[in-house]
């Protein structure tokens, strides 16, 4: 079955763009996985833990046949490939790769929660997503839309998101 799904990215290690442009890469010449749009590259502050470097942030919209849970793996792989380390809880990292929505699903397995649980209130998520999908409707949220949710956002989660001048 084909799935359309949506991919948050962020980096705060450098090489950031580095980092995010080999992560598109993979999702380019993955088997399965056709990428239909993507954001432009946002320069964010960091949230959680306050005490680290601006993230660069962005998300991809793509196609594929892949089912929910082998799509996690293969967004897995990069943050390995990546030599991505967990040092802590929101700290920093040099890829982070988590799957937004896929389709209008409801999954509820730890390891695999969609609609990503954060997603609703992070202007780092939402501003880019709305850029390339924002009439797609977020499940558990009474038919808002992307749009809708970045609208609800407060304004010091929009004061913290700019727009960057990078294509990748
Ligand atoms: N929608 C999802 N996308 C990616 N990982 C998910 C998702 N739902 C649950 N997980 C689980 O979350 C764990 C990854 O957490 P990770 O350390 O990347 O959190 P984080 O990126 O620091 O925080 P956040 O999830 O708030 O962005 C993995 O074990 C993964 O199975
Ligand atoms: N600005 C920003 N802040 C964060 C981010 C992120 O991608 N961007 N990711 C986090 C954990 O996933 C915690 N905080």
């Not at 980092?19 to 399965?32: T, V, Y």
Request: hydrophobic share 40%; net charge negative; aromatic share 6%.
């Amino acid at each position: 079955m084909l799935h359309q799904a949506l991919i948050a990215l962020g980096s705060n290690i450098e090489p950031k763009v580095d980092h995010l442009r080999n992560a598109i890469q993979a999702f380019k010449a993955a088997e399965g996985i056709q990428v239909t749009a993507v954001s432009s590259v946002y320069e964010t502050v960091p949230r959680g833990y306050a005490d680290q470097d601006n993230f660069y942030n962005m998300v991809l919209q793509i196609e594929t046949d892949l089912d929910p849970e082998t799509l996690l793996a293969f967004c897995q792989s990069i943050e390995t490939m990546e030599k991505r380390v967990r040092l802590f809880k929101n700290g920093p990292r040099t890829i982070d790769v988590d799957i937004l929505l896929v389709d209008d699903l409801t999954l509820t397995d730890p390891d695999l929660l969609v609609p990503h649980p954060r997603m609703h209130e992070r202007g780092f998520v939402l501003i880019p997503t709305a850029e390339i999908a924002g009439d797609w409707e977020v499940p558990g949220f009474e038919g808002a839309t992307i749009a809708d949710l970045t609208a609800a956002l407060p304004q010091v989660e929009r004061d913290d998101v700019r727009i960057s001048d990078r294509q990748l």
